[in-house]
């Protein structure tokens, strides 16, 4: 679903490393839009002082010191829910019933928030359109 291209910036030849990388995935005869929406990362980060990209929409981190692994993380998760055509919903659900167990079983769930008070939870799930649309159907309360 999407391409992640981490680099050694501090390498002497990362731009020809680059073009290698980019001349390579052109010859698999890859789909345009697996290429157009690529995440282009540049490592090691904490080895230039003061480092800034000058690429378009490189995302500039230190692996080795966690700089910029959020954002990178964000922009992941982005890149993906894009391609994907899926979503990030919170739902409540009444645990008394089967929704959460058919949330476990259509979508992916990130996160139950139970609410003993009610009998509910909170349900943080990532899920396609056709996939929520039956989960609508299914349970319309």
Do not use: C
């Not at 990362?14 to 157009?36: E, F, G």
């Not at 979503?87 to 079983?105: A, D, H, M």
């Not at 509910?120 to 649309?133: E, H, L, P």
């Amino acid at each position: 679903d999407l391409i992640v291209h981490v680099r050694d910036i501090t390498h002497p030849d990362t731009i020809l490393q680059k073009a290698t990388v980019l001349s390579v995935l052109k010859n698999l005869n890859l789909p345009n839009h697996l290429l157009d929406s690529m995440v282009e990362v540049h490592n090691k980060v904490d080895l230039i002082e003061r480092y800034k990209p000058t690429e378009e929409n490189a995302l500039a981190i230190s692996a080795l010191h966690g700089h910029g692994l959020e954002e990178l993380k964000e922009e992941i998760e982005k890149k993906i829910l894009t391609t994907t055509g899926k979503k990030i919903l919170t739902v409540n659900v009444n645990l008394e019933g089967p929704q959460l167990s058919w949330l476990y079983k259509e979508a992916t769930v990130q996160e139950v928030e139970v609410l003993p008070e009610d009998g509910t939870a909170r349900v943080k799930v990532i899920i396609g359109n056709s996939a929520f649309g039956k989960y609508k159907n299914l349970f319309p309360n």
